[in-house]
């Protein structure tokens, strides 16, 4: 079985679960609740040993890009000037993020528009594509969201660079500090700004993986208890369900809402 | 619930980590074995420590600027 692949304790207290649980249901309660994580290949593609197969992750990004611009490019055909209900649905998704922008950037910002609502509505649709049930949630693995945090990260550094120079090192020293602490702060500095796109990466990752794993886990428990005390985890799955949409849009808030607080940094130089 | 509690945890986590894969590759690289180990392993928990610091104050002047007042709703949806 697949699930065998994974060691994990959660793995193991659903496999539990399942030998505990009732036979009859043998068949159902013997995936594990990581499963879902599984990636697989669609179409194997191999170029000079190299594996770049389009994978199930790859069709959901598709989806999700295909659906974001299908969905933003039909509620706006219209331009009507009362805006009809997806009309405003997209208006308020830019107004959001231009907002975002201006509040945390400044008008300096509005340039990179395109890039952060891009980033947004990618995030947003994975996180929300990923709480259709059999579906795959592309946000889920730690390689997706390092490469768009990486991504977030070299561009803010790269436009520091550009915008202000080696003066853009300045962000590394903190000011009114005693000359003999200087070195020692301006490591931790060093290291708190390389911190970043782990901690954005790591924290959109933690989240969408908890809330599916746990999602998936008292599932389980619904099949095992069946139908005399299955009732109480199956309540709980649905408020679950009702958070985890909540934290679909959380986490991309989030994730949104740090990038424009980088980029102010590598704009405006300051903490 | 579960957003401000969780962003602080995965702060000084992350820098612990970052801190000790650093002074680790470092120590490696140049055959220093423990030390800088031993070295980025506080320097990353005085980076974690200073994120979680700068991650507060960023949250208060969020809550501070909420049109809400803290008391009736500190929602983390609230992101109209």
Known sequence: MAGETVENDVGEAAAEIAQHGSEAEHGAAGHSPLEQF????????????????????ALFMLIAVALVTLFLTYAMHGRAIIPGRLQSIAELSYEFIANMIRENVGSEGRRYF??????????????????????????????????????????????GFVRHGAKFLKLFVPSGVPMFLLPLLVMIEILSYLTRPISLSVRLFANMMAGHTMLKVFGGFVVALGVLAGWAPLAFVVALTGLEIGIAFLQAYVFTILTCIYLNDAINLHH | MSGFAFRIGIELVVALMVGTGIGWLLDRWWGTEPFLLLLFFFLGAAAGLLNVVRTAREMQKQLASAPVPPSVAVDEDDER
């Open chain 1, 38 to 57: 599984q990636i697989k290949r669609l179409i194997p593609i191999d170029i000079a040993g190299i594996d770049i197969s389009f994978t199930n992750s």
């Open chain 1, 114 to 159: 395109p890039f952060i609502f891009t980033l947004f509505m990618f995030i947003l649709f994975g996180n929300l594509l990923g709480m259709i049930p059999y579906s795959f949630t592309y946000t889920s693995h730690i390689i997706v969201t390092f490469a768009l945090a990486a991504v977030v990260f070299i561009g803010v550094t790269v436009i």
